[in-house]
């Protein structure tokens, strides 16, 4: 599947997926991904080598990497392992993979007992470029994690239950020009460098980037309406300086949000 195009502010959205045979040379690392992979295990076995901790998969089990991992795998020499797998990113997919059991710490489960479960690993589409393509695949990745959640649904613990509640009061409250880091500390009544600790470990990102991420997403989603400046967009998604909200979009995006808009619309054009 192709991957070289731009994040167009799909909260699920998938880069890429594949297959690999089974055979001696399915490793790879260490190398860290910026975004997430999920992997099944068709056949064989291998290990894991997650931030220096090593971890056995074998036929039947799926592995998990996290965005800023660094990662290691290495095929069994005696059982070389075959694998499906995709590459994919976004604020829903990652608030869906903090309902199930995965983690940094937990990146292993066991088999899912579904028939034919690697056919879900398919998300390929046509005309991938289009947007309506790209939602597609992103919806055939949100019915794949919903089996992790079925199957292996998340342990509360106080520790990813700051995760949820830092989530879902950035969800409400980031379109204010004033929130911040601090906000979320502050309401959860937290230290902010243990929120740091356990937000960048349950998720692969800091507060601050989810929520610029979030902020960004949403902008995008609105550029498509030309009747709102993007000054006024700015403001909305909470920038109140038109400038900074433009290096920010630039720095996740590639472009502007002028050459993000003019793009956008001769997408849709075509």
Same mark, same amino acid.
């Given at each position: 599947? !192709? ?12 880069? *890429? ?14 190398? *860290? ?32 990497? +996290? ?8 095929? !069994? =020499?005696?059982?070389?392992?075959? +694998?499906?797998? #995709? ?22 489960? !066991? ?9 879900? +690993? !398919? ?13 597609? *695949? ?27 509640? %830092? ?14 880091? =601090?906000?979320? *500390? ?33 902008? %995008?989603?609105?550029? %498509? ?8 967009? %700015?403001?909305? #998604? ?10 920010? +979009? ?21």
């Amino acid at each position: 599947m !192709d991957n070289n195009f731009g994040y167009n502010g799909v909260n699920c959205i998938c880069f *890429a997926c594949g297959k690999c045979q089974k055979s001696s040379n399915n490793k790879w690392g260490p190398e *860290a991904k910026k975004n997430y992979r999920l992997y099944y295990v068709t056949e064989g076995r291998g290990t894991i080598t997650v931030d220096n901790v090593k971890f056995f998969v074998t036929a039947g089990q799926s592995f998990l990497t +996290f965005p800023c991992s660094t990662v290691k795998a290495e095929p !069994d =020499k005696n059982d070389a392992w075959a +694998f499906t797998w #995709v590459e994919f990113r976004g604020l829903e997919a990652a608030w869906l993979i903090s309902q199930t059991v995965f983690s940094k710490k937990h990146p292993v489960v !066991d088999k899912i007992p579904i028939p034919d479960f690697e056919q879900y +690993f !398919d998300v390929t589409e046509s005309n991938y470029n289009s947007m309506y393509a790209r939602c597609r *695949a992103g919806g055939k990745i949100i019915i794949l994690l919903s089996f992790y959640i079925e199957y292996f649904p998340c342990k509360a613990t106080a520790n990813n239950n700051y995760t949820i509640m %830092a989530r879902d009061y950035i969800e409400k409250n980031y379109r204010n020009p004033e929130f911040s880091v =601090k906000s979320v *500390a502050d309401y959860i009544k937290i230290d902010r460098t243990y929120l740091y600790r356990l937000f960048k470990e349950e998720t692969g990102e800091s507060v601050i980037d989810y929520i610029n991420n979030r902020r960004i997403s949403r902008a %995008a989603e609105m550029l %498509a309406d030309e009747s709102i400046s993007i000054k006024d967009i %700015a403001y909305s #998604v909470g920038f109140a300086d038109q400038m900074y909200f433009s290096r920010v +979009f630039k720095k996740l995006k590639g472009k502007t949000p002028t050459q993000f808009r003019k793009e956008d619309l001769n997408n849709y054009d075509n």
